[in-house]
């Protein structure tokens, strides 16, 4: 009770923004309750509760090395992504083909260049004639309601964002195909492409080696893109990329 208390102060402040004077003295209350109750049942520890506490430490260091791995991860694809100026000059090259198709890619950043573009470019030396860059915004509410919002980048690059709750299953074909972005994009013709990251040898100075080993571990069996958006397995692309230090 004591660490919800601690989170709800968080909350309180960057979500709620509450006033200091409404959230310090609420929460300070809670706090002598909560300290209270931990001081009292804190006899229990040798006596067995230390297994709970363990288990408890363990599960948060998990989730904490997962999410400085993925903070990590993403931070090196925004240093070593391509421009969209480099994109277009790809895209007048005589080396790179344009196909009469759709292409829609998945990116965790709004104005990044996707990786699996990167890698179609470099490795397929081709790119579709039109671009779709999705990026799935998770909302603070369990379901959103709200509909998927389109913007044009130029004349062959657009912007998607789908918003989904934090407990929604996200059928990324289907929001493709709601009412607000019909007429917009082909999602039915349209080609999927996906990278596949494989974080190895992270930065010592940011994780150390059994960090790194636990993550690598995480990540390497964490689920496909394709499979969590529901990605038809006809229509998707995956190029698996491997990051080194």
């Not at 288990?55 to 694809?77: C, D, H, P, Q, T």
């Not at 895209?91 to 344009?98: G, L, N």
């Not at 607000?180 to 974080?199: P, Q």
């Not at 190895?200 to 995480?218: H, L, W, Y």
């Amino acid at each position: 009770m004591l660490i919800t208390t601690i989170a709800l102060f968080w909350v309180a402040r960057d979500v709620w923004k509450w006033s200091p004077w409404l959230r310090f003295p609420l929460l300070g209350l809670f706090l002598c309750f909560d300290i209270s109750f931990l001081v009292a049942t804190s006899t229990k520890i040798p006596e067995g509760a230390w297994v709970s506490l363990c288990i408890g430490f363990v599960v948060a260091s998990v989730m904490w090395i997962w999410r400085k791995g993925r903070y990590l991860l993403n931070e090196r694809l925004q240093q070593t992504a391509m421009t969209w100026r480099q994109v277009s000059i790809a895209r007048k090259s005589p080396a790179v083909a344009i196909t009469a198709t759709t292409g829609i890619y998945l990116s965790a950043f709004h104005d990044t260049v996707p990786q699996s573009l990167e890698e179609q470019i470099r490795v397929l030396h081709s790119m579709p004639e039109k671009i779709v860059i999705v990026n799935v915004v998770t909302t603070e509410k369990p379901y959103s309601r709200k509909k998927p919002e389109i913007k044009k980048h130029n004349d062959y690059v657009s912007f998607v964002a789908v918003y989904a709750g934090f407990m929604e299953i996200v059928n990324l074909p289907r929001a493709l195909r709601s009412q607000a972005l019909e007429g917009l994009i082909d999602e039915k013709n349209a080609t999927y492409f996906v990278a596949s990251r494989k974080f190895v040898n992270p930065p010592k100075e940011s994780m150390n080696r059994i960090e790194g080993f636990i993550f690598a571990a995480m990540h390497r069996n964490s689920a496909l893109a394709s499979d969590y958006f529901r990605l038809p397995a006809n229509r998707v692309i995956n190029f698996s990329v491997s990051l080194e230090k």
